[in-house]
């Protein structure tokens, strides 16, 4: 049922929202039956025009009676009420978790997708679509650079994006930073050509290693390949991260047992743009890597982070600690759960 109020909701938003205000109506009057329609907009607070023609629609199936005293509930709308019920409650629940969710951590927007990715792998599928919805109403008409991180939920909501590209919107998907050394599938280069073909789009790669000395970095920077991509990085309006676990982040980029126990010893438990973190936030370790970098966030109006899983938990709240407010978190209820309850511990 879930995942079907999700696909309504992406089709037609506005049906849900007037499911849930006329769900209100008949639970006001079946409170307050009879009830007459200017006491019950005053209760509702809102206008008498508005109340009427949704009154009129509840009489037209069957669902109300309107009389000299008032309004009442039929037997027809007395099943639709109660059969409703539980679905508005879980529908409301999932809406006021996210807003929860938001505010624990400090960010603009979460959307919690039902499910645990820990268990349910086609959890993270429907990251996908919900990345493509975002995207499409937010937006602005024109050219939008989208930058990209790599990764395997990355690469997993890549496969799953849909249509983004209108007549009067075109998007230019490039790699937020360097990333030639990971399995080529979970590359930076690999998704932004993934999103371009799924979206519709166009991409551009950026051919430099992961990690590189400082002598390298210089003589890299000097590259004119790789100074037209790095200036469409500094553009860019949107980007679109993971956040990982901190040591298997470090093992799957090849770092040294020396380099492993560093991270131990100062409890890093979450990865993303390079960057290491404890769980109070603190940037324990970076990579210094090509391309965007954490502070270049804060300038950048469009911030998608995506991450799901119990396991996440603890590297979702160290990193968001970080994270500029425009974020918007793509995440499952299994993480947010876990967020939430260690809230309350």
Not at 33 to 43: E, N
Request: hydrophobic share 40%; charged share 25%; with cysteine.
């Amino acid at each position: 049922m879930n995942r079907d109020v999700e696909m309504l909701e992406r089709i037609a938003p506005d049906i849900i929202q007037v499911v849930e205000e006329r769900f209100r109506i008949l639970r006001n009057i079946y409170w307050m039956q009879p009830v007459g329609r200017r006491t019950l907009s005053i209760k509702m607070n809102v206008t008498e025009r508005i109340l009427r023609t949704e009154t009129e629609f509840l009489k037209q199936q069957n669902f109300i009676n309107v009389s000299k005293s008032g309004m009442t509930l039929t037997d027809e709308g007395l099943d639709v009420y109660r059969g409703l019920e539980s679905f508005i409650e879980s529908h409301s629940g999932m809406r006021k978790k996210e807003r929860k969710l938001a505010e624990r951590l400090g960010i603009a927007h979460c959307v919690i997708v039902s499910g645990d990715s820990d268990s349910e792998s086609k959890v993270l599928e429907s990251f996908g679509p919900i990345a493509t919805d975002i995207l499409a109403s937010h937006l602005p008409d024109g050219d939008n650079i989208i930058a990209v991180m790599g990764g395997t939920t990355m690469a997993t909501l890549a496969k799953n994006m849909q249509e983004l590209e209108t007549p009067s919107r075109h998007n230019l998907f490039v790699p937020a930073r360097g990333g030639i050394g990971e399995t080529i599938n979970i590359q930076a280069n690999s998704i932004s050509g993934m999103m371009a073909e799924k979206t519709g789009g166009d991409f551009k790669v950026l051919y430099v290693p992961e990690q590189v000395s400082h002598e390298t970095y210089e003589i890299l920077l000097q590259e004119p390949t790789v100074q037209r991509v790095l200036q469409l990085i500094d553009n860019a309006n949107c980007v679109i991260h993971s956040i990982g676990q901190a040591l298997r982040m470090a093992k799957r980029r090849g770092m040294t047992e020396e380099g492993l126990s560093m991270l131990k010893n100062n409890h890093a438990v979450a990865e993303s743009f390079g960057y290491f973190f404890n769980e109070d936030g603190k940037v324990v370790y970076k990579i210094p890597r090509i391309g965007l970098q954490l502070k270049d966030l804060e300038n950048i109006p469009y911030v998608l982070a995506v991450a799901g899983g119990k396991h996440k938990a603890k590297a979702i709240q160290a990193y968001i600690k970080n994270a500029p407010s425009q974020t918007w978190l793509i995440t499952d209820e299994g993480a947010a759960n876990q967020i939430l309850k260690e809230e309350t511990l």
